[in-house]
């Protein structure tokens, strides 16, 4: 066992400032659709709006760092061949106690179902956010671009799914984040910048 420096600051500061971001926007979100009240509906509503704004922000900072730095690599699905071997250890090996197929490295930081998951995040459940978010913010000029025969019901319809599949997504984030290392390492990780690793292999 070794321990490599697999986070940088900005890494860091990114995963836990979005991580705050998006439980605020699930929140906030949450009582606009009328599912519970908290802060009540029309600061719900500011706060919602000031969050995506800050989201926005992070992201455009978040995409510069993975281009400039080639750290978008970590995210390319077909990078990694090893995918029938992580598929078999989650149907048999995990329950007759084999060994997990993926080792970190510093250069292949994500086993290819995580690869396939930040993927399907990054490219349709942000996006589908993102332009619902937008649609649902900018309705007053819809006359203006020419899209008023849109329906208002159902971009709400697609914002609100959209929120389940990330929310669906953290859920299984966190389930796997706290449960796939051994004395939650990974969590550790994220929080110092480095990560125990097995150099045996
Ligand atoms: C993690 C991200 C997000 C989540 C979980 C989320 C969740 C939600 C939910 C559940 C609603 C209530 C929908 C309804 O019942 O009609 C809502 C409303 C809304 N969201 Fe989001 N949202 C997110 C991101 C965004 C983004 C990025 C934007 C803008 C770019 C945005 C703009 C809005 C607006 C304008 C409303 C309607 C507010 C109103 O009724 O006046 N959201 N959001």
Known sequence: MSSVKFYTRFERFW???QAFLIISMLITGF???GTFALFGYEQAVDLHIIFAWSLI???IFAIFWHLTTGEW???CASCSSDILAMVKYYSFDIFLGGGHPHHKTRAE????????AYLALHLFIAPLLWISGWLYLFYSYWDVVGISGLSLGSVAMVHTAAAFLILTFLVAHLYLALTMSEKMA???AMLTGYQEIDTDN
Request: glycine share 0%.
């Open 57 to 59: 922000v992070l992201w």
């Open 73 to 75: 690599r970590q995210y």
């Open 109 to 116: 930081k994500l086993n290819p179902l995580q690869r396939m």
């Open 186 to 188: 990974d969590l550790k």
């Open 31 to 33: 009582e606009i659709h």
């Open 15 to 17: 995963h836990w400032t």
